[in-house]
């Protein structure tokens, strides 16, 4: 079994894997996506969104981080593709499951599940122009309204040389509500050869678990759920209890300090609120921490609160 640390655009980014990763139980990591439109984009734009290209394409931890690109035009996804691996990515991914609103009116991710010869001379370009030994993935949904070209996507991008394909099993229209329908996934390992990982809706290890036993597939990817319980990653693979607050409100010190020294504190606000708003579905302790934090707007403000309740008895 492989565990995946799933690309969630503006709260995975490289502070998250870091800590994540730190824990354990992970072995990869998919980058937020790099946006390509129409040109071959600097080096400084994947390095600000993947650092870890500068620590050979991994984690502190030593987890390696795949670049995920998102577009529409084959010849330029190739170009950044082969960039992206030339700079120390191990392997490109291709996203078709962006569910926004703004991403799919540009013809990014989901929207592109309604067009099935697209995705294949995407793929085509793109396993193309990246060398052999380097895997060129690639996520979807099951469809964009329905499910109706879920298989015919799926034979699409596998014929046109995806090395593997990870499966969220849900449509961009069911967005992100339950349940995600694993028995899809099970039909798509039926039409192609390539291994496929299982997505969407694993909150606890006994969803792993029934995860795979309704998919058929072995590997499984992690995203909101990770966030939810930090160690989930090592409960489902290793059977250990759950993180206790305590170390909890420690990561969410360090993470803290990164992230405000990163970002100069810009964006933290925004992302620390929204890590509570998964770490509440699993520790009351959160919930309680929440409402006060969430009238919180100044960093300092928010640092203190932490470290308030990081002085309270467990």
Same mark, same amino acid.
């Given at each position: 079994?492989?565990?995946?640390?799933?690309?969630?655009?503006?709260?995975?980014?490289?502070?998250?894997?870091?800590?994540?990763?730190?824990?354990?139980?992970?072995?990869?990591?998919?980058?937020?996506?790099?946006?390509?439109?129409?040109?071959?984009?600097?080096?400084?734009?994947?390095?600000?969104?993947?650092?870890?290209?500068?620590?050979?394409?991994?984690?502190?931890?030593?987890?390696?981080?795949?670049?995920?690109? *998102? =577009?529409?035009?084959?010849?330029? %996804? $190739?170009?950044?593709? @082969? +960039? &992206?691996? #030339?700079?120390?990515?191990?392997?490109?991914?291709?996203?078709?499951?962006?569910?926004?609103?703004?991403?799919?009116?540009?013809?990014?991710?989901?929207?592109?599940?309604?067009?099935?010869?697209?995705?294949?001379?995407?793929?085509?370009?793109?396993?193309?122009?990246?060398?052999?030994?380097?895997?060129?993935?690639?996520?979807?949904? *099951? =469809?964009?309204?329905?499910?109706? %070209? $879920?298989?015919?996507? @799926? +034979? &699409?991008? #596998?014929?046109?040389?995806?090395?593997?394909?990870?499966?969220?099993?849900?449509?961009?229209?069911?967005?992100?509500?339950?349940?995600?329908?694993?028995?899809?996934?099970?039909?798509?390992?039926?039409?192609?050869?390539?291994?496929?990982?299982?997505?969407?809706?694993?909150?606890?290890?006994?969803?792993?678990?029934?995860?795979?036993?309704?998919?058929?597939?072995?590997?499984?990817?992690?995203?909101?759920? @990770?966030? &939810?319980?930090?160690?989930?990653?090592?409960?489902?693979?290793?059977?250990?209890?759950?993180?206790?607050?305590?170390?909890?409100?420690?990561?969410?010190?360090?993470?803290?300090?990164?992230?405000?020294?990163?970002?100069?504190?810009?964006?933290?606000?925004?992302?620390?609120?929204?890590?509570?708003?998964?770490?509440?579905?699993?520790?009351?302790?959160?919930?309680?921490?929440?409402?006060?934090?969430?009238?919180?707007?100044?960093? &300092?403000?928010?640092?203190?609160?932490?470290?308030?309740?990081?002085?309270?008895?467990?």
């Amino acid at each position: 079994m492989r565990i995946i640390l799933a690309p969630m655009e503006g709260v995975v980014d490289h502070l998250m894997r870091d800590m994540l990763t730190q824990i354990g139980g992970f072995d990869l990591c998919i980058t937020e996506f790099v946006r390509v439109v129409d040109q071959l984009l600097p080096r400084r734009v994947f390095t600000r969104l993947c650092p870890e290209l500068l620590n050979g394409g991994k984690t502190p931890a030593g987890t390696p981080v795949r670049v995920q690109l *998102l =577009g529409q035009e084959p010849e330029w %996804l $190739a170009e950044n593709a @082969a +960039r &992206a691996v #030339a700079l120390g990515s191990p392997g490109v991914d291709l996203n078709f499951g962006c569910p926004a609103k703004t991403v799919n009116k540009s013809k990014g991710g989901a929207v592109l599940l309604k067009e099935t010869e697209t995705l294949y001379r995407i793929m085509q370009a793109v396993r193309s122009a990246v060398p052999a030994e380097f895997p060129v993935t690639a996520k979807m949904r *099951l =469809g964009f309204d329905d499910t109706s %070209l $879920a298989l015919d996507n @799926a +034979r &699409a991008l #596998a014929e046109a040389g995806a090395s593997e394909l990870t499966v969220h099993a849900r449509t961009k229209a069911d967005g992100y509500r339950p349940p995600a329908y694993w028995p899809w996934i099970a039909e798509i390992r039926k039409v192609i050869a390539i291994p496929v990982i299982a997505n969407g809706e694993i909150w606890q290890p006994a969803d792993a678990q029934l995860c795979r036993q309704q998919s058929g597939s072995s590997d499984i990817m992690l995203g909101r759920g @990770a966030l &939810a319980q930090p160690n989930l990653a090592l409960r489902i693979r290793d059977g250990v209890p759950l993180l206790p607050w305590p170390q909890v409100l420690e990561m969410l010190m360090r993470y803290s300090e990164y992230e405000i020294a990163g970002d100069k504190g810009l964006y933290y606000s925004n992302r620390i609120k929204q890590w509570f708003s998964y770490l509440r579905l699993q520790y009351p302790q959160a919930e309680v921490l929440f409402q006060q934090l969430r009238l919180l707007r100044k960093s &300092a403000d928010i640092v203190l609160l932490l470290q308030q309740h990081l002085r309270q008895p467990a």
